[in-house]
C-alpha cells in the first residue's frame, strides 16, 4: 500500500509530505494517511507545529474524481463528503498549529484540506480555487463555510460559482492565504518552517470554523447572494452554481455546523445529478484526448521560443494574438503591407474590451503588440520553431508557400496548416519534409475560440505531434488530433446539425421553435440564428440545402414537438459522429464529445454529443 505520506521532523517541525501522484489527489487512504501523520505530530513531544507540503509540482489538486463516478445513491454521497467533514475537523482541532505550505495548485478538497489547517503559505506562483462548479458539483469538505470566513462572501462567490483558481497574491489580499514567499518549493519549505516555528512561539492556534469577522454584515451577504442568482444563465443545465450559492448563503446565515450539514445535503443533490456525470466525463475525456497512438510522455518535443504566421486576414492576425498572449514573439508575414497595417490595428483593437475591464493594463497591450512583427518577406523564417500558414483556401496557393517554407526554414521548424479543405499530406510532399507538417486547425476568432483540431497526416513525426499537444497547452487551448476529412470534425459535425434542423423546417417546424428548442436545450444559439460560428459557413450550408435540398424523410408537414426537435438533431450528431468515427478521423467518442462542446457550444453539462446519444439509448432501454 503506497505510503500517501512522509513524515519526518527537522527542529521540532513536523513535515507532511503529501504523495499521490501526479497531482496528490485526496483518492482512498490518502486522507487517513494525512490525518494519521498529523495526529502522530500532536502526540510527538519533540514536535511543535506541523506543517503539510504536496509532494512533486503541486499541493493537493482536489478529491479524486474518480470517486464520483461510482457514486450511485446519496447515502454514499452523505457518507463520503460527512467522512471528509470529519477528518478535516480533527485537523483543524489539532493542538499545534498546522500549517499548509502550498505550491502549484490547491484546488477543490485540496483548498478545503488548506483551510482547515490554521495558517496557508504559499509560493507566489500557486493558485487555488474551487472548481467543483466545473464538475456540477460544490465544495463537499466544508469548501463553502470556510472560504467565506477567510475572503468574505463576495470572493467566495465568484471562486464556487465560477470555478476559476485565483493567483496566490490575490489570495493573500483577500484573506486565503497569510504569506507568499519567491522561488522553489525548497524556499517555500524553509519559509514554511520558519513561519511554523513562529507560530510555535506565539503559541497561536486559529480555526477557520471559529473565524466570524467576514460574515459580520448578513444583509449584504444576502445582498450579494441574490445578485449571483439573478446574475446566473438563466436557463442552467447545471444546478452547481445555484447550490453553491445556498450553502455559501448558509454560511453567512447559519452556525458553521448548520451549514456544514447543508452543504452535504446539496453535495449528494449535485454528484448525482446528470450534468456532474455529464461534466466528469468531458474532464477525463479532455485529458484522454491528449492520448495519441504512437505519442509517449517520452516522446521528444520541441521548444517552441519563436513563431510565425502566414496571411494577415481574420485568423492569421488572430493566431498572432494568440502567441503573443502566451508570451510567444511572432512574426506576422503578409504579401501587402496594407493587410498588414489593417490587421495590427485589428489586433490592437481586440485588447481594447480587456483594457476597458481592467484585465489587462495598456502597458501590457504595447508589450504584447510589439512581440508581433509585421513583415513581408521569409527573411526572418530561418529563426522560427513553427510557422502557421493561415492563408486563402486554395490548394496551389498553399502547396506553392509549402514549397518555399521548406526551404525558408530550419530543418527542425515545424509547418503548420489552418486548412481544413485539403489533404495536410499534400502539402506536406510540396514542403519536402513531411515529417514536420501538420495541421492546426483554428476557429474563428482565434484568440478566443478553445479549440484547436491537430490534423495528423501519414507522414507527421511522433515528435511533431507531441509539440502540437504541448504548445495547444501552453496557448491555453484545447487540442484533439484528428484524421483529415474535408471540414474536418467540427465543421462536418456542425453540418450535420444545420442540415437535420432544415429537415425540420421542411417538415413543419418553424425557424424560431427549432432555436427555441435548441436553445432550451442548452446551444449557444439555434441553427437559424447562430452567425457562422466554429469556422463553419453556415450561410454556405443554407445556400447548398436550398438549391439542392436534402434527402426528405417525411414529406407529410405537420406539428412538431421541441422534443422531437432536440431528439432529431442530436440522434443527426450522434450518426455523424459514428461515420467519422468509422472514418477514422476521430479516435473516440469522447474525442467528438470534446470537438462539439469546445468547437461549436455543444451543452457542456450534457457532455457532447456521443455521450447524450449514448445515455440516451440506456434511459429508453431502460
Ligand atoms: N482526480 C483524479 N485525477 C486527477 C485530478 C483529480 N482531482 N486532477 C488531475 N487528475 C489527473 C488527470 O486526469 C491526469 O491523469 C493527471 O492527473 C494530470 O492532470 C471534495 C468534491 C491540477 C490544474 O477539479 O484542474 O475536490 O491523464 O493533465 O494540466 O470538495 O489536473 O495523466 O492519467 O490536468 O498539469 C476538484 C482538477 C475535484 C482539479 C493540473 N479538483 N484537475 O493540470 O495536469 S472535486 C479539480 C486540474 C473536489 C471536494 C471536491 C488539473 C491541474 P492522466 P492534467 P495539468
Known amino acids: 500500500m503506497p505510503a500517501f505520506a512522509q513524515y519526518d521532523v527537522r527542529d521540532g517541525v513536523a513535515v507532511i509530505t503529501i504523495d499521490n501522484p501526479p497531482v496528490n489527489a485526496i483518492g482512498p487512504g490518502v486522507l487517513e494517511a494525512i490525518e494519521e501523520s498529523v495526529e502522530r505530530g500532536v502526540a510527538d513531544p519533540g514536535v511543535r507545529a506541523l506543517v503539510l507540503i504536496g509532494a512533486g509540482a503541486t499541493f493537493v489538486a482536489g478529491a479524486d474524481i474518480n470517486i464520483f463516478r461510482a457514486l450511485t445513491t446519496r447515502e454514499q454521497a452523505l457518507e463520503g463528503t460527512a467522512m471528509m467533514h470529519a477528518r478535516f475537523r480533527r485537523i483543524e482541532d489539532a493542538s499545534k498549529p498546522a500549517i499548509a505550505a502550498i505550491h502549484g495548485h490547491a484546488l477543490g478538497g485540496g483548498l478545503e484540506l488548506a483551510m482547515a489547517c490554521h495558517y496557508r503559505i504559499a509560493a507566489n506562483d500557486a493558485r487555488v480555487g474551487q472548481p467543483e462548479v466545473l464538475l456540477g458539483l460544490i465544495p463537499g469538505a466544508g469548501g463553502t463555510q470556510r472560504l467565506p470566513r477567510l475572503c468574505g462572501p463576495v470572493m467566495a462567490l465568484d471562486m464556487c460559482t465560477g470555478g476559476q483558481p485565483v493567483a496566490a497574491p490575490k489570495a493573500l489580499a483577500s484573506g486565503i492565504l497569510d504569506r507568499i514567499v519567491d522561488g522553489n518549493r525548497q524556499n517555500l519549505i524553509d519559509a514554511a518552517l520558519a513561519f511554523a516555528r513562529e507560530r510555535a512561539a506565539g503559541g497561536e492556534i486559529r480555526r477557520t470554523r471559529d473565524r466570524a469577522d467576514k460574515l459580520a454584515d448578513i444583509d449584504a451577504a444576502r445582498r450579494a447572494c441574490d445578485e449571483r442568482r439573478a446574475a446566473l444563465e438563466p436557463i442552467a443545465?447545471?444546478?452547481?452554481?445555484?447550490?453553491?450559492?445556498?450553502?455559501?448563503?448558509?454560511?453567512?446565515?447559519?452556525?458553521?455546523?448548520?451549514?456544514?450539514?447543508?452543504?452535504?445535503?446539496?453535495?449528494?443533490?449535485?454528484?448525482?445529478?446528470?450534468?456532474?456525470?455529464?461534466?466528469?466525463?468531458?474532464?477525463?475525456?479532455?485529458?484522454?484526448?491528449?492520448?495519441?497512438?504512437?505519442?509517449?510522455?517520452?516522446?521528444?518535443?520541441?521548444?517552441?521560443?519563436?513563431?510565425?504566421?502566414?496571411?494577415?486576414?481574420?485568423?492569421?492576425?488572430?493566431?498572432?494574438?494568440?502567441?503573443?498572449?502566451?508570451?510567444?514573439?511572432?512574426?506576422?508575414?503578409?504579401?501587402?503591407?496594407?493587410?498588414?497595417?489593417?490587421?495590427?490595428?485589428?489586433?490592437?483593437?481586440?485588447?481594447?474590451?480587456?483594457?476597458?475591464?481592467?484585465?489587462?493594463?495598456?502597458?501590457?497591450?504595447?508589450?504584447?503588440?510589439?512581440?508581433?512583427?509585421?513583415?513581408?518577406?521569409?527573411?526572418?523564417?530561418?529563426?522560427?520553431?513553427?510557422?502557421?500558414?493561415?492563408?486563402?483556401?486554395?490548394?496551389?496557393?498553399?502547396?506553392?508557400?509549402?514549397?518555399?517554407?521548406?526551404?525558408?526554414?530550419?530543418?527542425?521548424?515545424?509547418?503548420?496548416?489552418?486548412?481544413?479543405?485539403?489533404?495536410?499530406?499534400?502539402?506536406?510532399?510540396?514542403?519536402?519534409?513531411?515529417?514536420?507538417?501538420?495541421?492546426?486547425?483554428?476557429?474563428?476568432?482565434?484568440?478566443?475560440?478553445?479549440?484547436?483540431?491537430?490534423?495528423?497526416?501519414?507522414?507527421?513525426?511522433?515528435?511533431?505531434?507531441?509539440?502540437?499537444?504541448?504548445?495547444?497547452?501552453r496557448l491555453g487551448k484545447v487540442g484533439v488530433v484528428v484524421g483529415h476529412c474535408v471540414d474536418l470534425v467540427a465543421n462536418r459535425m456542425l453540418a450535420s446539425y444545420v442540415r437535420e434542423a432544415y429537415l425540420l423546417l421542411d417538415e413543419g417546424a418553424s425557424a424560431r421553435q427549432i432555436d427555441r428548442a435548441l436553445t432550451r436545450f442548452g446551444m449557444p444559439a439555434g441553427p437559424f440564428a447562430m452567425e457562422d460560428v466554429a469556422d463553419i459557413d453556415v450561410a454556405r450550408i443554407r445556400q447548398q440545402v436550398r438549391q439542392h435540398g436534402v434527402k426528405r424523410r417525411a414529406a407529410t408537414r405537420g406539428a412538431v414537438t421541441e422534443d422531437e426537435i432536440v431528439g432529431r438533431i442530436t440522434t443527426a450528431l450522434a450518426s455523424e459522429g459514428a461515420h467519422v468515427l468509422k472514418e477514422g478521423c476521430a479516435s473516440r467518442p469522447g474525442d467528438i464529445d470534446i470537438i462539439c462542446c469546445y468547437g461549436f457550444g455543444f451543452p457542456r453539462a450534457r457532455g457532447g454529443p456521443m455521450y447524450y446519444a449514448h445515455n440516451q439509448r440506456l434511459t429508453t432501454d431502460d
Open 237 to 473: 443545465q447545471n444546478p452547481a452554481p445555484y447550490a453553491a450559492i445556498n450553502a455559501i448563503e448558509a454560511a453567512c446565515m447559519l452556525p458553521f455546523d448548520a451549514g456544514s450539514a447543508l452543504e452535504r445535503e446539496l453535495f449528494a443533490d449535485c454528484v448525482l445529478s446528470d450534468a456532474s456525470r455529464a461534466l466528469v466525463h468531458l474532464f477525463f475525456a479532455e485529458r484522454e484526448a491528449a492520448k495519441v497512438a504512437g505519442v509517449s510522455r517520452d516522446t521528444p518535443t520541441l521548444d517552441i521560443g519563436r513563431a510565425a504566421v502566414l496571411g494577415a486576414g481574420r485568423l492569421g492576425g488572430g493566431i498572432a494574438r494568440t502567441y503573443v498572449d502566451a508570451g510567444i514573439p511572432v512574426l506576422l508575414k503578409d504579401v501587402s503591407q496594407a493587410a498588414l497595417a489593417r490587421e495590427m490595428q485589428t489586433i490592437r483593437r481586440s485588447y481594447q474590451s480587456s483594457v476597458l475591464n481592467g484585465t489587462l493594463t495598456p502597458e501590457a497591450v504595447e508589450r504584447r503588440m510589439a512581440l508581433i512583427t509585421p513583415t513581408t518577406a521569409l527573411d526572418e523564417f530561418d529563426t522560427v520553431d513553427i510557422v502557421t500558414e493561415a492563408l486563402v483556401e486554395d490548394l496551389k496557393v498553399k502547396t506553392s508557400v509549402f514549397a518555399d517554407l521548406g526551404c525558408a526554414t530550419r530543418a527542425g521548424c515545424l509547418l503548420a496548416s489552418t486548412t481544413a479543405t485539403f489533404d495536410v499530406d499534400e502539402l506536406a510532399r510540396a514542403s519536402g519534409r513531411p515529417a514536420s507538417v501538420i495541421g492546426h486547425h483554428y476557429f474563428r476568432p482565434a484568440y478566443t475560440m478553445p479549440l484547436i483540431e491537430i490534423v495528423r497526416g501519414r507522414g507527421t513525426g511522433p515528435e511533431v505531434v507531441a509539440t502540437s499537444l504541448k504548445l495547444v497547452k
